[in-house]
């Protein structure tokens, strides 16, 4: 095959994908009570699953117990060549080890067997080798071998190293499922992240406060007030309030501007309170920054300010500029 050719190069790339996927697929034959008991064992455990592998094997290793970590089953990576050197002190009797070997027979992995045998954990296997060092020594093997490679020599760690991860996915997703696992759970572990933000901020997180805002008396408050107050503080709305906490109206940039395009030069004439919003959109402080943000936009037309209460008493303004920056 002439790789250079940009044709060749997309089938080989389909190739190799088919392969792998081929290979995923092939492993749903052996998913029998071995499996079952693995996810039993796991979500009864009282410690943690720490997982092992050397090498190609090490490095799914490392991912399949951070996506345990992030979906509610505590879990660590450890080394093992690391661990025949004092790091088989993180593990507990009351853990769990999952070992990935291909072949089964990595020194570094058969090493530390003995070792984990007489601190007592329970021990599972996912290896394609069945008859292997390492097969021999687990409590539970889950079988993830291939027929062949996706390299072209049948010799780097393509396929197998997919079906690995793609069974320890299996595991932690199953187990997340068990435990009810929530997006809301799933937040507290990525705060940084774009769905960390959207499921833990609150209105009261990004609210501008009330005294930052402008508030004008109700009853006595004049057009060229407004004007002032939508232009001074540049926020697209003002607040009315007879008491300074209980909010009686509201009126936007827009609601200026329509009014301007009905009254014109008797804007100024005009009586404020017969013509600002009574009874305005609210939302409560306490609210989650989604829920605001799905108020917001999911109007026939959205709002771009509103007012925000706590319980009855007037707190501030959100923006939805605010909200979708953050979100």
């Not at 769990?96 to 990595?106: D, T």
């Not at 709002?303 to 909200?323: F, S, W």
Request: hydrophobic residues 45%; negative net charge; glycine residues 8%.
């Amino acid at each position: 095959m002439n790789l250079i050719h940009p044709k060749a190069i997309l089938e080989q790339l389909k190739e190799i994908l088919k392969e792998e996927a081929d290979a995923i697929y092939d492993i749903l034959d052996h998913v029998d009570e071995a499996y079952l008991h693995a996810v039993k064992m796991i979500y009864g455990c009282k410690g943690k699953v720490v997982v092992t592998g050397m090498g190609k094997s090490g490095l799914i290793a490392r991912k399949i117990a951070a996506t345990m970590s992030s979906t509610g089953t505590l879990a660590i990576f450890l080394h093992p060549a690391e661990g025949m050197h004092g790091d088989l002190g993180m593990v507990a009797p009351e853990d769990i080890i999952i070992a990935i070997g291909k072949s089964g027979e990595s020194d570094e992995l058969t090493g530390i067997l003995p070792a984990l045998k007489k601190i007592g954990t329970k021990i599972i296997a996912i290896t394609g080798n069945p008859q292997s060092t390492l097969a021999l020594n687990e409590d539970i093997v889950l079988y993830g071998g291939v027929e062949r490679e996706a390299c072209p020599l049948n010799l780097a760690p393509t396929s197998s190293t997919t079906v690995a991860l793609a069974i320890g996915d299996a595991l932690a997703i199953t187990l997340m499922k068990l435990k009810n696992f929530q997006p809301e759970d799933f937040a507290v572990y990525y705060p940084g992240g774009r769905l960390g933000k959207r499921l833990l901020l609150k209105v009261s997180d990004i609210l501008i406060p009330f005294e930052k805002c402008p508030v004008l008396d109700s009853a006595a408050a004049t057009m060229e007030e407004v004007i002032i107050g939508l232009s001074g503080y540049g926020l697209g709305i003002v607040l009315f309030s007879r008491d300074g906490h209980t909010l009686e109206g509201i009126m936007t940039d827009g609601d200026v501007r329509r009014i301007l395009q009905k009254y014109q030069s008797e804007i100024f004439k005009l009586d404020v309170k017969s013509i600002m919003t009574k009874n305005p959109t609210t939302i409560q402080k306490d609210w989650m920054a989604v829920n605001a943000l799905s108020l917001m936009e999911k109007r026939d037309r959205p709002l771009n300010v509103v007012p925000v209460l706590d319980g009855e008493k007037l707190a501030g303004i959100l923006r939805l500029h605010e909200l979708l920056r953050v979100s």
